[in-house]
């Protein structure tokens, strides 16, 4: 029993720990050597996913250091991904209590909605209060292809959370 | 319709202040203070440059052994692959001290005229002043879409300060943007934010050489009416005080571009150039 409760802890900490990893590690989604232009932003998907789905596995608090970290580890003003990052969560959280059951499609057009207002306030803030430059055509690569990975990173996180996590939706 | 405001508010409020299980703080108490924390640092207090330089020392560490698994993995199967071509390896080698043999003829030659260049240029013992140079080790070289830049493992602990000169094999690949005391990051040529007074071809043609986000930076700025050609070597022209006149960086393209010597994703070690160029007095 108690080693099936230990499996469960692990399974329950496999987000969280992924996001952590994402955010310290220099392992990134961004598979420019393969094809030059294919960049996503992983973590918002994650943290929009199991916000709404199961935020028992995901703490504002871990979100908001994973933010941190990232933003050390980029060489961004400290704070600036937090910020993106508790947008996400905001959204998700919306979503979650507006409504009852939510669809693949429903998901991925209020992800639309929460991507674009955190990567505005992302690069507005990038902009006004840092003298890095950053490519807007990168920008829009970036979120094009964020938002269309949404559907396949949904199906994977759905079929670990009902596999490995098991139990109803939040 | 009342009703619709009613929960919509209810919704936005709960979401903003919801707490319970897992979330033990309400996402508007963090987005207050990572604000103050985003202002904190956007405006340079010394304190809080202090917390960020000690932060960034210990998560580039942890980064660092977090990632090893990954960089041990290629490297045990190259040592494998390299195992088994030992003889294929030899050969090639034989060839390599062979080749190093013949240009060895040309090496006093060319040491000295090397000399009289610098002395032209007023940069003599800039570069090869060994003690004036850190060797440091890649700790991360995250791959960003947005910034091309790499951690090493020194600091301004062994003398390394903002705006100094990073090499490889003395070919230019970026310079210090950020130094914390025991770890510094590199802004690589190729970055967007990267702008480099350079040199090229017999008629000694100035341009800057602009990161482009991309692999290969760009030559902008040139002569008017300029036809660039491909294959010239690009050095460093030294303009901006910070890099040393004649620092070879790459070769141009014909679509305008520089092809690298050093490729800035295939990084380990690098040597930071510790003098910096002084100021000109008029």
Redo the contacts between chains.
């Keep these: 029993m108690a080693k099936i409760n230990l499996m469960t802890k692990i399974f329950n900490a496999g987000p969280l720990l992924l996001l952590y990893y994402l955010s310290i590690s220099e392992v990134d989604t961004n598979l420019e050597k393969i094809f030059e232009i294919f960049t996503f932003n992983l973590p918002i998907i994650i943290i929009y996913f199991w916000i709404l789905k199961r935020p028992s596995v995901m703490g504002t608090g871990h979100i908001f250091i994973a933010g941190l970290i990232n933003d050390v580890v980029m060489g961004f003003p400290l704070g600036i991904s937090s910020l993106s990052y508790l947008v996400v969560c905001f959204f998700s959280n919306y979503v979650r209590n507006k409504s009852v059951n939510t669809t693949i499609a429903s998901d991925w057009f209020t992800f639309f909605i929460a991507l674009i207002f955190a990567n505005l306030l992302f690069f507005s803030l990038l902009n006004s209060f840092s003298d890095i430059a950053i490519s807007y055509t990168k920008i829009g690569y970036n979120t094009f292809f964020t938002l269309f990975s949404f559907p396949i990173m949904w199906l994977i996180f759905s079929f670990y959370q009902a596999n490995f996590i098991g139990g109803q939706n939040a | 319709m009342s009703v619709n405001r009613d929960?919509f508010s209810?919704?936005?409020r709960?979401?903003?202040l919801?707490r319970g299980?897992?979330?033990?703080?309400?996402?508007l108490s963090?987005?207050i203070?990572?604000?103050i924390?985003?202002f904190?640092?956007?405006y340079g207090f010394t304190v809080?440059q202090k917390a960020?330089s000690i932060?960034?020392d210990v998560?580039?560490r942890?980064?660092y052994i977090?990632?090893s698994p990954?960089r041990i993995m290629p490297d045990v199967s190259t040592g494998i692959a390299g195992h088994f071509n030992l003889k294929e390896e030899n050969e090639k080698l034989k060839k390599v001290i062979e080749n190093y043999k013949s240009l060895d003829l040309n090496l006093e030659y060319l040491t000295n005229e090397n000399k009289n260049l610098r002395k032209v240029l007023d940069a003599e013992n800039i570069i090869n002043d060994k003690t004036n140079m850190v060797l440091a080790k890649v700790l991360?070289?995250?791959?960003?879409?947005?910034?091309k830049?790499l951690i090493i493992n020194k600091g301004t602990r062994s003398g390394i300060k903002k705006g100094m000169a990073v090499t490889q094999n003395n070919y230019l690949i970026g310079r210090i943007?950020?130094a914390n005391h025991l770890s510094s990051?590199v802004l690589l040529l190729n970055d967007?934010?990267s702008r480099v007074p350079v040199t090229f071809d017999s008629n000694s043609s100035q341009a800057i050489l602009a990161g482009s986000?991309?692999k290969n930076p760009k030559l902008e700025y040139l002569p008017e009416g300029y036809v660039l050609e491909d294959g010239i070597n690009v050095y460093a022209s030294g303009k901006d005080r910070i890099f040393a006149p004649g620092t070879p960086i790459g070769k141009t393209t014909n679509d305008g571009e520089v092809k690298l010597y050093i490729d800035p994703?295939q990084l380990s070690f690098v040597t930071v150039i510790l003098t910096r160029q002084n100021k000109e007095k008029f």
Excluded: H
Excluded at chain 2, 21 to 27: L, N, T, V
Excluded at chain 2, 140 to 147: G, T
């Design positions: 929960d209810i919704a936005f709960s979401a903003l919801q299980g897992a979330q033990k703080f309400s996402i963090l987005f203070l990572t604000i924390i985003f904190l640092d956007v809080v960020r932060i960034n998560v580039f942890v980064s977090t990632t990954l991360i070289d995250r791959n960003s879409p947005f910034l830049s943007v950020d990051r967007l934010n986000g991309i994703n």
